[in-house]
């Protein structure tokens, strides 16, 4: 009992991280309904950055995560203006096909600029080693994990439900022309929502280089999990893609633990039991959050 105790826990750890990058990818694509295959680029920039600002230039963990996320945030805004916003309007298959070279590119400048090897990094001595809690040695840092993706959960509902930007992104996405002659700067609106989207991306690509490893081909081999967790749990939801990300975060450690021949398999099976019993995602495949 103590040892699955320990296996829901680093699951539902891992499960927070997977969704604190993949949540960006969902808000994209539900709500702007732009397909953004690159979403993982602006999760491996960020963990570049932790690198960089930590091994480097000398800042500390916390202190650079901000700064990281306002990077990343930033150096979308570039990305959105210059090679994102002419595609809004083209095909699904041009936004793959944009979104794919995006990631090409990305490898090979990570390559380039930092190699191929992977990237350590040195978490805070107090995020180290164990806690035991009834019995149960509990990580220091999945612990963390999972208290900054349950604070940045509150802090979208909340900002998207309650507040008047999140109204003006609903009527956006509802009612576009509408919005427009209300006053309400549309472009603006999904550029700003592009741009946090990418930023949680890259605080949570940050936040994994001690858990998923940081190499150049890291937008490819997580770019299958980013995807299965918005379809579960429904493009456009933040619940539903949390409730996904905990669900297939928790298959993928069991089946790893109990099963380990069979590699990432169980996470697909889990998939597809979980879209046969829930085909518009858990909670739907809404345009609103």
Excluded: C
């Amino acid at each position: 009992m103590l040892n699955f105790l320990g296996l829901l826990f680093d699951g539902l750890a891992y499960g927070t991280l997977l969704f604190l990058i993949s949540v960006g990818l969902s808000v994209t694509l539900g709500l702007m309904g732009f397909v953004n295959l690159a979403h993982g680029v602006f999760a491996m920039l960020g963990g570049y950055l932790l690198v960089t600002l930590m091994g480097r230039l000398g800042f500390g963990f916390l202190t650079a995560l901000p700064l990281i996320f306002v990077a990343v945030a930033l150096i979308s805004l570039v990305l959105e203006r210059s090679l994102y916003r002419p595609f809004y309007k083209k095909t699904h298959l041009e936004q793959v096909l944009l979104t794919v070279g995006i990631i090409f590119v990305a490898t090979a400048g990570a390559t380039y600029f930092w190699g191929p090897g992977q990237q350590p990094i040195e978490i805070p001595v107090w995020m180290k080693g164990q806690l035991n809690l009834a019995g149960v040695d509990l990580s220091r840092y999945r612990l963390f994990l999972m208290a900054v993706g349950t604070a940045i959960t509150l802090l979208l509902v909340f900002g998207l439900e309650r507040t008047r930007f999140g109204a003006r992104v609903r009527a956006s996405v509802e009612r576009q022309r509408t919005a427009e002659s209300m006053g309400i700067h549309v472009e603006r609106v999904f550029q700003i929502t592009f741009a946090l989207g990418s930023g949680l991306a890259g605080l949570g690509g940050a936040l994994g280089v001690d858990v998923l490893g940081l190499d150049p081909y890291f937008p490819l081999k997580y770019l299958v999990y980013f995807l299965l967790i918005v379809v579960v749990g429904g493009p456009g939801s933040v619940i539903g893609t949390l409730s996904a990300a905990l669900l297939l975060g928790v298959a993928d450690t069991a089946g790893k633990y109990y099963i380990p021949s069979t590699g990432a398999f169980v996470i697909y099976v889990a998939m597809i039991v979980l879209l046969l019993l829930f085909p518009q995602g858990l909670l739907g495949r809404r345009k609103e959050i």
